[in-house]
T-cell receptor, first 113, second 119 residues
Framework: DVKVTQSSRYLVKRTGEKVFLECVQDMDHENMFWYRQDPGLGLRLIYF???????EKGDIPEGYSVSREKKERFSLILESASTNQTSMYLC????????????FGPGTRLTVL | AQTVTQSQPEMSVQEAETVTLSCTYDTSESDYYLFWYKQPPSRQMILVIRQEAYKQQNATENRFSVNFQKAAKSFSLKISDSQLGDAAMYFCAYRSALMIKAAGNKLTFGGGTRVLVKP
């Protein structure tokens, strides 16, 4: 059974804190993604990675960075959290070839106070 | 850039009846893929159904079917014989068919439609 896991379901942080969100997949997928989900806006891509140590900006990368040191792990970093980064964060993984689906993690609901 | 629009923020359906969710998209590409994802409350997003743009036949998965109108750039989802377990957020998504490694296979999502199922 395919699996994408995220380090936390709920997280509360203070403004200015450095925040790490981690994602692990066990399907040997080349591609991994971080999305942000907000009501009425759907999912918006923050960053993605198509290989170890490779990363590409998505549609809303400002205020975020990522790290992919191992194929199965993709981390999202908020260098200095702000209240407008309060949101649901979803990690996903998938393969490049064909029209294969992306597999999603359970999400991390982050609140920045 | 591609955009995906879901014009219905919320839809309500009686159990055992049919509901249709709308999705339109904008693209200049001729080959692409379209998806419907389901996100149940507090549960993981899962794929419901997918369609390849070059296939004229509409995809069907059990009680879920799509109406794909390429010229109109429309991709609606029909849920037949609705069940309580169908209650969820539904997202329409677009993906280019171009196999460019640095482009990944990233999805562009619509804003979502919440489906409520009344017993």
């Amino acid at each position: 059974d395919v699996k994408v896991t995220q380090s936390s379901r709920y997280l509360v942080k203070r403004t200015g804190e450095k925040v790490f969100l981690e994602c692990v997949q066990d399907m040997d997928h080349e591609n991994m993604f971080w999305y942000r989900q907000d009501p009425g806006l759907g999912l918006r891509l923050i960053y993605f990675s198509y290989d170890v140590k490779m990363k590409e900006k998505g549609d809303i990368p400002e205020g975020y960075s990522v790290s992919r040191e191992k194929k199965e792990r993709f981390s999202l970093i908020l260098e200095s959290a702000s209240t407008n980064q309060t949101s649901m964060y979803l990690c996903a993984s998938g393969v490049l070839v064909g029209y294969n689906e992306q597999f999603f993690g359970p999400g991390t609901r982050l609140t920045v106070l | 850039a591609q955009t995906v629009t879901q014009s219905q923020p919320e839809m309500s359906v009686q159990e055992a009846e049919t509901v249709t969710l709308s999705c339109t998209y904008d693209t200049s590409e001729s080959d692409y893929y379209l998806f419907w994802y389901k996100q149940p409350p507090s549960r993981q997003m899962i794929l419901v159904i997918r369609q390849e743009a070059y296939k004229q036949q509409n995809a069907t998965e059990n009680r879920f079917s799509v109406n794909f109108q390429k010229a109109a750039k429309s991709f609606s989802l029909k849920i037949s014989d609705s069940q309580l377990g169908d209650a969820a957020m539904y997202f329409c998504a677009y993906r280019s068919a171009l196999m460019i490694k640095a482009a990944g296979n990233k999805l562009t999502f619509g804003g979502g439609t919440r489906v409520l199922v009344k017993p």
